[in-house]
């Protein structure tokens, strides 16, 4: 990640609305420590620079990794998380048993039972998406011997269980730079603060702006049939849960967890609460059509036919897909809030962005006269280009056994 940084700069300058997003999430961060920003604007506002920002870090997914003999290869190198299609149809199901579950936790067990053991998991993960957002600008600002992994152990270990339960000799092991190291502590530190000092507001968007750059930057849907098709079921799921039960509404509250970013309506404590009154956003409702915002943006390059050998998250080409679609999300959320203001009471926010983002692209695909490739369109083709050929080889071991 520190490369492609260091190359786009020297490369072809910055990109300056993606420069200006990340300015614009660290200013409105610390502006709204003293100031009251009123929490419509601060909510768009912030909303749209993550997007922006996390949506361009996800061009990377379309770097192919240098192959086994090529300079750069890393055989540990994880692979890139994509959605099938199968999940896509399950999800809903699964994210309704879940909710409904800790629903059920909270009604049995108790508010302060359920937080704190949900609390390590938050820490945890928390910790590793807040280090991996820091350790690229350490890496930056760092000597370039500091941002080597220079520290850390391997080592091979024989087990007794089958090869094909366990890869054997199992590669154990731990590498990380200077750099990395820093970022790690300082990740800790604000894990302790957040956890151990009241949980604070500002404190807990930290981690759920952490969250959603992670999220969107390393995760990909596959197609953009798949992105609809989950899109459309939380569509329904969203409208259920908020409107037919209160089940949603209860979690949301009484989940003491960075799951969704605070905007203060107010820096006066209520008087019957003690606390200053807030408004929330759930991450869901970021990072779900963050997702699609980023396969969109991701589609723009493929059509500018950018190169894949090493990508340049600065470079300049066309994005209308992303920016139509980016665009109709802030109408979206604009409209939800419109209507949360207006009735007094929550909203299923992807009651409004689905159609948005959904629509837009669609209606964008339709006036450019390119609704077959955005259909056809796969970050999935390596796998498909496996299958026949692995077919043919079964087909000509076969014809050997004979």
Avoid at 233 to 240: K, P, Q, R, S
Avoid at 337 to 354: K, T
């Amino acid at each position: 990640m520190v490369e492609v940084k260091t190359e786009a700069g020297a490369a072809g300058g910055m990109n300056p609305m993606l420069v200006a997003s990340y300015a614009t999430i660290v200013l409105i961060w610390g502006a709204s420590q003293v100031v009251l920003i009123p929490y419509v604007v601060h909510l768009l506002v912030l909303v749209t620079a993550i997007l922006y920002a996390a949506c361009h870090w996800s061009l990377t997914l379309l770097e192919e990794p240098p192959k086994e003999g090529e300079e750069g290869y890393d055989p540990d190198a994880p692979g890139r998380d994509t959605l099938k299609q199968e999940d896509a149809y399950q999800f809903p199901i699964v994210g309704s048993i879940s909710l409904f579950s800790l629903y059920l936790a909270f009604k049995y067990l108790g508010q302060d039972m359920v937080n704190l053991l949900i609390g390590g998991y938050f820490g945890l993960i928390g910790c590793g998406a807040l280090t991996m957002t820091i350790s690229p600008l350490l890496g930056a600002l760092a000597p370039a011997s500091l941002s080597k992994p220079t520290l850390g152990w391997k080592k091979t270990v024989k087990h007794p269980l089958p090869d094909w339960l366990l890869e054997n000799p199992l590669d154990l092991g731990l590498m990380f730079s200077v750099a990395g190291l820093a970022a790690f502590a300082l990740s800790a530190g604000v894990i302790y603060l957040y956890f151990f000092q009241g949980k604070h507001w500002a404190l807990n968007n930290v981690l759920g702006i952490c969250f959603c750059i992670q999220g969107i930057e390393r995760f990909s849907l596959g197609t953009y049939k798949i992105g609809a098709i989950l899109l459309i079921g939380l569509f329904f799921y969203d409208i259920f849960w908020v409107f037919g039960t209160e089940v949603m509404v209860t979690v949301a509250k009484n989940l003491d967890g960075p799951i969704k970013l605070l905007f203060p309506r107010s820096f006066v404590p209520n008087e019957e609460t003690g606390k200053i009154d807030l408004s929330l956003l759930g991450l869901g409702d970021i990072v779900i059509p963050g997702f699609f915002l980023a396969l969109l943006l991701r589609f723009d390059a493929h059509i500018a036919k950018v190169g894949t050998k090493k990508i340049n998250i600065h470079q300049s080409f066309p994005k209308p897909y992303f920016h139509s679609a980016l665009v109709a999300y802030v109408l979206g959320l604009i409209a939800t809030l419109v209507v949360m203001i207006q009735f007094n009471a929550a909203q299923p926010a992807l009651l409004y962005l689905v159609p948005a983002c959904l629509g837009s692209s669609f209606l964008c695909a339709v006036v450019r006269g390119e609704v077959k490739e955005l259909l056809d369109y796969s970050e999935e083709e390596e796998e498909e280009e496996e299958k026949p050929q692995d077919a043919a080889e079964a087909s000509t071991e076969d014809k050997k056994d004979k």
